[in-house]
């Protein structure tokens, strides 16, 4: 059974930086794509950014576009996410998830992944 574990979260100004850290553990990740989402109080769990199996290919929702990024670590078995430029709406709670479909592609559906974190934290203060 696949746990991923999500780390880094906090209290941060507006303008700060943040990263998050999902590490797996059961099996490895190094074959999946990841995705981050994060949820806001009152709001839907929405896309925030992918990354394929090699790292070779990421996507972001327009939100965090320039802001954020995903790197990923496979000899570590962990995913980033590096949250520059921080602002009062990126507070929520963020979790990382895996995708059990086809490596190489990215995906900003929840339905497309199969394994999520327990969420993490952040709130940026204005």
């Known amino acids: 059974q696949v746990q991923l574990v999500e780390s880094g979260g906090g209290l941060v100004q507006a303008g700060g930086s943040l990263r998050l850290s999902c590490a797996a553990s059961g099996r490895t990740l190094n074959i999946y794509s990841m995705g981050w989402f994060r949820q806001a109080p009152g709001k839907e769990r929405e896309f925030v950014a992918s990354?394929?199996?090699?790292?070779?290919?990421?996507s972001y929702a327009d939100s965090v576009k320039g802001r954020f990024t995903i790197p990923r670590d496979n000899a570590k078995e962990t995913v980033y996410l590096q949250m520059n430029s921080l602002k009062p709406e990126d507070t929520a709670i963020y979790y990382c998830?895996?995708?059990?479909?086809?490596?190489?592609?990215?995906?900003?559906?929840?339905?497309?992944?199969?394994?999520w974190g327990q969420g993490t934290q952040v709130t940026v203060s204005s």
């Open positions: 990354i394929n199996w090699n790292g070779a290919s990421t």
């Open positions: 998830a895996e995708s059990r479909l086809y490596g190489s592609t990215l995906y900003e559906a929840i339905e497309d992944y199969d394994y």
